[in-house]
C-alpha cells in the first residue's frame, strides 16, 4: 500500500527532497544572524509539523507542544551530560518525551476546545517552572550547555533531511485513514463517535505522534545551539508556534514551513524595536484569523481556484502547494 | 496554619475576582479571553502612571479601574464582535490580543518591574499571632466589595436580569429583544472593571511587569473550570478553595511550585469530570 501510493506522490517526494537540499544549502552557507534565522525556521517546521496533526488535521489547539519540544531539548542534554551516546540519548529523549505526550493526552484528549487550550497552556506553564526551578538539572533560569553528541555537519545533515523525512510523514499520515479519522474528529466530533470513529484514541494517538516530531526538533535545536533555557521554551513561544500554524493554513502540508517563516521572519529578521514585532504579529494573526480562516495558504489556493475554475484536482505536475488543497475537498 | 489560611484567602479573593470576569464574558460570549491578563496589566500601569505623575493614590485606582474597563470593551468591539458566529477562533483570537497589550505595555513602559506605592503599604494588621499586610487587607475588602456589588447588579436590576438571560442562552434572549451587543459590551465592561481592580490591589503586592498578570491568569482559569465556565458564584467559591490550596501547598511543600499545586487540581478536576465540577451547558465547543 505504502509504494504505490509513494510512486502516485512521486512530485511531492521530489519537492520534498528538493526542500531538504535547499535547506541543507542555506544552513551550510548562511552565517551569523540570518543564519539563526534559517535555523529556527527548520527546526521549527520539523516541530510544527507534530503540531499541525493535532491542530490542523484534529482541530486541537495544543498549547503544550513546546513543552515537547523542551523536553527533547532537556532530556538529550541531560542524558548527553550522563555520558551515554548520542543515539541512545536521542532515542531515549524521544522516548521519553513521548511517555509524556502519551500522559497529558489521557488528561487533556478527555476535554475540548477551551477546556483543552487551557490545560495545554496551564501544562507548558508547569513544564516551565520546573526547568526554570529544578536547577540541579535543568541549569535553572539561566540554562545549561549541551555536550556536542552529533558532530555539526552531521547535525546540519539530519536537519535538512529531518525537515523534507517529517513533511514527508506528514503527507502520508494524512491520507491514511487516521488522517480522515483525524478530519473526522476537527469537523464534527460527536458525529464521528456516532459513526463509529474512535475518536478517543485517534486523538491520543495523534498528540504522541505530535510530542515525538516536538521531541525529534528539540534534540536537533540543542545540538546546534549548545545551550538552552528556558526562556526558549515558555508558552508565547507555545503560543507563537499555534500562531504559525494557522497563518500557514491548518491541515495543510506546507503550513508548518510557511507559518514558521512568517513568525520567525517578523520576531528575528524585521528589527522594529522590542515589542513592536509581536504586536504586529498578533494583528496579522487575528486579521488572518477574521478574514481568511484557511491561513495564508488556503487564502492562495482559493484565489488560484477562483483564477483558474475548472476541475478541483489539477494535474499532477503542479507543485505541492497545489496537492495541499485536496486537503479541504476530503 | 490560620496564618497559611489568611494567605490562602488572599490569594483566593484575588482569584475569585479575575475569574469572575473570565467567567462572565464566558457566560455571555464563549470566549476563553487570555487577553484579561493584559487588560490587567495596562490598568496596573495606568495606575502607576498616574500616580507618578503626582496625582493622590485614590484618583491613581480609579484611573487604573477606567482604563480596565475601557480596554476591555475595546478589545470586544475591535475583535472579539466578529467571531461570535465562529467559537472555534476564539482562543486564537484571545491569545493574539494578550500578545498585543503585553507589548503595547512592554513598548510604552519597558521590560523593568515598578512598584507601585500605596498609602497603606506600612500598616501591618495583627490579631492573635496571625499578621496580615496592609495591601492584602485592602485587597480582600476590594474583592469583597466589588464582588458584593457584582451580585447586587446581577440580581436586583433588570441590567443584570438581561444579562443572565444572555448566558442562559443566547438566542432566546434575543428573541425576546434583549439588545445582545450591550450586554456583550456591558460583559467586558464588568470584566475589565473587575480586571482593574485586580490590578489596583494585586500590583503593591508585587510588581508591575508586562508579565505580572500570567500566573494569576493561569489560575484564574483554574478556577474558572473548577466552578464551572460561565458560573459566577462557582468562580468566587472556586476562587477560595484554589487560594487555599496555593497557599497550603506553598507553605508546606515548596513556594517555587505555588501555581504548579493549581495544575495538579486541574488534572484532577479533569480527570474525574472532564466538564468542569458545574457545567450546566453541555454545548458543544470544539
Redesign the interface.
Known sequence: MRLPAAARHAGTAAGLAALSVLAYVLLKNVQGDRGQVVLLIVVWTIALTGLNLIQGLG???SLAHVSFFAGGAYLSAYLLGKGLPMAVCAALAVGGTMLAGLVVAL??S??????F???T???T??VN??LT?AAGVTGGPNGRPVDLGFSLDATLVLLAASLGLSLGAFHVLARTRFGDRLRAV?ED??LAQHVGVPTARVKLVAMVASSAFGAWAGVLFAQYNGVIAPSQFT??QS?LM??AI?LGGSGRLLAPLVGSAIVIGFTQLIKL????S??A???L??LV??LV?NGVLGGITGLWRRVRPGRAGGPAAEPPRVRAKEEVAS | MIQVLVNGVFLGCLFAVVAVGLTLVYGVMEVPNFAHAGVIVLAAYTTWSVEHAGAPFVVAALAGIACGGAVSVLTEVLAYRWIITKPAAAPAVALGLLLILQNVALRLYGGEGRSLDTPYDTVLLKAGGVSLPGVKAALIVLAVLSLGALHLLLSRTSLGRAMRAVAQDRDAAAMLGIPMRRQYALAFLIAGMLGGVAAVAYAPTFQVSPYMADDVLLSAFVVVVLGGLGSVWGAVAGGLVLGVVEGLGAAYVSSAYQSAFGFLMLVLILVLRPGGLRTTDARRVA
Open positions: 482541530g486541537y489547539p488528561v487533556f478527555r476535554t475540548r476546545g477551551q477546556y487550550a487551557i490545560g497552556m496551564f501544562f506553564a508547569v517552572l520546573v526551578n476537527r466530533e460527536d508558552f508565547v503560543f499555534l500562531v494557522g524595536g522590542p515589542g513592536i509581536q504586536i504579529l498578533g494583528v494573526f487575528i484569523t477574521l480562516p
